[in-house]
């Protein structure tokens, strides 16, 4: 009974959106503002509608409620409370209706928050925002119904896919689309100042905030990603440039253009048309990681939930969504358009050129993740991309990235001297010839020593500036909560490209297969397997590995390690055996064996791998704390 309540309530979301659309964009078409306040009551009725939906879903699920297709599918009287609530969203049609539910809740947000906002603006970004819904509500009903039943009703479920069984599934999805929906409010306003022909500073700072929590969240669900995949599919990475991985990471580094460019806008009142664009292009690359997920059109380790037909909807749903974007820019765009000039040496050509080079490496990135489709189609020819290509096209990018952003908040936003800039250099010049000696003496590497040494130019740079703004750090409490957010972020980027030079220049791994007492040796360490345990448990069989490992003779930790099989869905997992320190992390897997020839062990020496997520979590800190930055929210400043 509920079920079917709540398959009505997605019915009238539907036409709800609908509505919403058609009053809040014939209401600012008219000046209607009975039409607009009509958009804005539908707007929040969508969103409660959406939500109840969603809520008698994960009711079933609670209840073991076999009757629907989709519990008995993903679910089991046996799992525990935890999954049986995450286990909504580890499927196709439950996390569309995730995905439709966070889109719905920022429309009700604009109408919320927006109160400050010009009416016709708002109005219209509602509008758009309702177009958007009506898009994936149909998407839903007509080829993925979560309240589909069966006849008859089993007694016991499938279970959820043991691969995702983990702590991990309960807040990546959600947070990874609160960053990938968020940029829908960009998208919208983007497309409502295209309309409306007006895109200024104080459209910039309004967005903003909008702009810096999408990042924030984005940033963060995508390192609790690399977190969950490291420990989880038993291979020890912490990137492998997937292609579900790239579909995340495409959107991200076009958010971070658009958040250093609508930095400008606000500051400069320049690059507007640019802001736009970058705003329509996020959102579509949003568009397109939801595609490339759930079509399955790319092989990727973390596809959990494909299906080719419907992903076709979500192409043409790409095309109509974004290709109509584009279209109004490529007519309107001339309407926002300022001619302004810009000195290059200066801080606004230095966020330019930032801009410049994260485009530039994310057409990188979707070259590399999309080449190989385009060749299959063309000629059927079956190629891959890998990390080849992108550590020869993506790497050398970055590295001038991270000089260009340790150097841009050094730089006045008007011209800087000849003079003014040699004597900047002086001040980190001695540092740096210092950190740069000893990194070069640091495992004797080019290569690390090069790395290592621009992560520590962008730190010093990033303190020198808080110095400057500080006085020296005397008046350092009067700094904005923007300030604090662009030194954290900064030195965030700094930690993260260390780690990433640790672990890309000194890691080292073994593999061997052992018997019980034998050894394998990485870096300095000893993994020793001392037993092994077989056995079943109530929904797997196992197999387990106690590997002990030493350091020079001094004993460190004893790891765990299993490989599980899951007879139910036939799938067979790894457990890894893993030792996190801020330094050194160690890991082992165990693979297929036996007694008379021993197991596959795996062992692997990651150097300060930690510091990659602890950079990457600092980023996302930072967003989060711009946040509290009250000059976005002051009325004068909006009206």
């Known amino acids: 009974m509920f079920e079917e309540i709540a398959h009505f309530m997605l019915i009238l979301a539907l036409y709800g959106s609908l509505a919403q659309g058609y009053f809040s964009l014939i209401g600012a078409h008219k000046n209607s503002e009975g039409m607009m306040r009509a958009g804005r009551h539908t707007a929040t009725t969508v969103f409660a509608l959406t939500f109840f939906s969603f809520m008698i879903l994960i009711l079933a699920f609670v209840e073991s409620n076999f009757s629907l297709l989709l519990v008995s599918s993903h679910s089991h009287t046996l799992k525990p409370l935890l999954y049986k609530i995450s286990g909504v969203w580890a499927n196709h049609e439950g996390s569309m209706l995730l995905w439709t539910l966070i889109l719905t809740m920022y429309g009700a947000l604009i109408v919320l928050f927006g109160k400050n906002l010009p009416l016709l603006l708002k109005s219209r970004a509602i509008g758009i925002q309702g177009i958007l819904a009506v898009g994936f509500f149909t998407f839903i009903l007509f080829t993925s ?5 069966i006849n008859p009703v089993p007694v016991e479920g499938l279970g959820l896919n043991p691969l995702l069984q ?3 599934l309960a807040i990546h999805p959600p947070i990874l689309y609160l960053g990938y929906v968020g940029f829908s409010v960009v998208f919208s306003f983007s497309v409502a100042a295209l309309i409306e022909g007006k895109v200024d500073a104080l459209w910039a700072k309004w967005l903003r905030p909008w702009v810096m929590a999408s990042w924030s969240f984005l940033t963060l669900g995508i390192t609790l990603g690399s977190i969950w995949a490291y420990y989880e599919l038993g291979w020890g990475g912490w990137w492998m440039w997937d292609p579900v991985e790239n579909v995340s990471f495409m959107p991200w580094l076009a958010g971070t253009a658009l958040l250093h460019s609508i930095m400008t806008l606000g500051t400069r009142h320049k690059l507007a048309d640019w802001t736009v664009l970058l705003g329509i292009c996020t959102f579509s690359l949003c568009l ?3 595609f490339v997920v759930r079509s399955g059109v790319l092989v990727s380790v973390h596809s959990f939930a494909t299906d080719p037909t419907r992903g076709i909807f979500i192409l043409m749903l790409l095309i109509i969504v974004s290709g109509s974007a584009l279209s109004l820019y490529a007519f309107r765009s001339k309407n926002i358009r300022k001619h302004l000039k810009f000195e290059p040496y200066s801080r606004e050509g230095g966020l330019i050129l930032n801009n410049l080079l994260l485009v530039i490496s994310c057409i990188t990135v979707f070259i590399g993740t999309f080449y190989p489709l385009f060749i299959d189609a063309i000629y059927g020819d079956k190629i891959s991309v890998g990390k080849p290509y992108f550590d020869l096209t993506f790497t050398p990018i970055m590295l001038l990235l991270i000089l260009c952003m ?3 908040p050094l730089l006045k936003w008007n011209k800087n001297s000849g003079g003014q800039i040699i004597s900047l250099f002086k001040k980190i010049a001695i540092p740096m010839l210092v950190i740069i000696s000893l990194t070069g003496l640091i495992g004797k590497s ?3 020593a090069l790395g290592l040494s ?7 740079t990033t303190l020198i500036a808080i110095k400057v703004r500080t006085k020296n750090f005397k008046s350092w409490k009067s700094l904005q909560p923007k300030t604090y957010s662009f030194a954290v972020a900064h030195l965030g980027v700094a930690i993260f490209t260390a780690g990433v030079v640790f672990m890309s220049v000194w890691s080292e791994d073994n593999i061997n297969r052992l018997k019980v007492g034998e050894k394998l040796n990485v870096a300095d360490y000893s993994f020793t397997l001392s037993s092994i345990n077989t056995g079943k448990r109530k929904n797997y069989e196992y197999l387990n590995a106690t590997i002990d490992v030493t350091k020079k003779k001094a004993f460190i930790k004893a790891l765990s390690t299993e490989q599980r099989f899951y007879p139910t869905r036939n799938i067979v997992t790894t457990e890894a055996g893993f030792h996190f320190t ?14 008379q020839d021993g197991w596959i062990i795996r062992a692997n020496y990651h150097p300060f791998v930690t510091w990659i997520w602890i950079g990457a979590l600092l980023m996302s800190l930072a967003g989060f704390v711009s946040l509290f930055d009250k000059s976005y929210y002051r009325k004068q400043e909006i009206l």
């Open 145 to 149: 119904n979560p309240f589909q039943r």
């Open 446 to 448: 080019f290569w690390g």
């Open 454 to 460: 621009i992560a520590a130019y962008l730190a010093i």
């Open 288 to 290: 397109v990681g939801t």
């Open 582 to 595: 801020m330094g050194p992390t160690i890991f082992t897997a165990i693979s297929e064996g036996n007694s």
């Open 166 to 168: 983990d702590p991990g």
């Open 406 to 408: 340790g150097t841009a």
